[in-house]
């Protein structure tokens, strides 16, 4: 009788233990998925309890993703899609593509949540930031008026870029159209994605960024850099709740409902404040770090429903294309 050399027999020993480890996949934009950003440490997390593979795949910027997702359809091979927001909800459930979860929780979104298809993992305001001491404006009418030079991202691939077209849809309504034509010549570039875009303004190439009111706090705790900070504006800041998803076409659904109800425990959110410098949707026990900011008054947080912005998000993308295509 033939018999297996050691090595060899370890080595089909291993190749078997690999083939029989189930494989979650999960799609997210790219700063989630970065050495820097949350995915590392959610990954170690998960498979700590899972007894499983968690692949996290950066797919382009949040808005990127449900245009993956519909051209990939019921073929792709993402089991979680994390990276949405509600903005994008009522288009990414209308295509079917999503199935509903079961995860309960104590939200700290404002205004509480309540979808049966998407859940929230963190939630924050869009701001322009830029450098501390510098004469910063107080809404979009005197950025437009005055001479900084901000970068922005496309709102057809980013969802701060959709955010912002939301945030001046939401702020001036039917005057929009004008506030973008008074703004268009403050914008350096549009970039694809949020890390583009930050990277440009770090670099001095532009005075201020669209980002997101907890983004100083990156350079206070993690750099000791108090440099930086946002402009408040007295329109107020629109709000954006990030999501996660499961696909009603994975191959390893209960896998994929462990890692939506694994999203909101302890162990996932208290990642998320000095990773992905966003307010984590359920609070975690140790609270939020010194430096990071209150949240906003409601009266300054402006937000449509996911149905209305779908509504208006057509109509908003050309009013931005048409100002700046000028």
Sequence with gaps: MKTVPFFFAGLMTATSVMADTPVLTVYTYDSFASDWGPGPAVEEAFEATCGC???????????ALLARIQLEGARSDADVVLG???????AAAATDLFAPHSVTADFAVPGGWDDPTFVPFDWGYFAFVGNAGADLPANFKALGDSDTKIVIQDPRSSTPG???????????????PMIWENLAD???????????????????????????TTSPAYHIIAEEDMSKTFATFDEGHYMQIEVAGKLAGSDQPELADQFLNFMVTDAFQSIIPTTNWMFPAVTPASGL??????????????????????????DALAEWQAALSK
């Design 186 to 212: 403050n914008v350096v570039t549009v970039t694809a994605g949020w890390s583009e875009a930050y990277g440009m303004f770090l670099e001095g190439e532009a005075d201020m960024v669209l980002s997101y």
């Design 84 to 90: 949405l927001d509600t903005n994008l909800t009522a």
């Design 53 to 63: 593979d968690l692949q996290i795949v950066p797919a382009g910027d949040g808005a």
């Design 289 to 314: 770090p010194d430096g990071f900011p209150m949240a906003l008054p409601a009266e300054q947080s402006l937000i449509f429903a996911p149905e209305q912005a779908a509504a208006v998000r057509d």
């Design 162 to 176: 959709l955010g912002l077209l939301m945030w001046v849809k939401q702020a001036y309504g039917d005057d929009a």
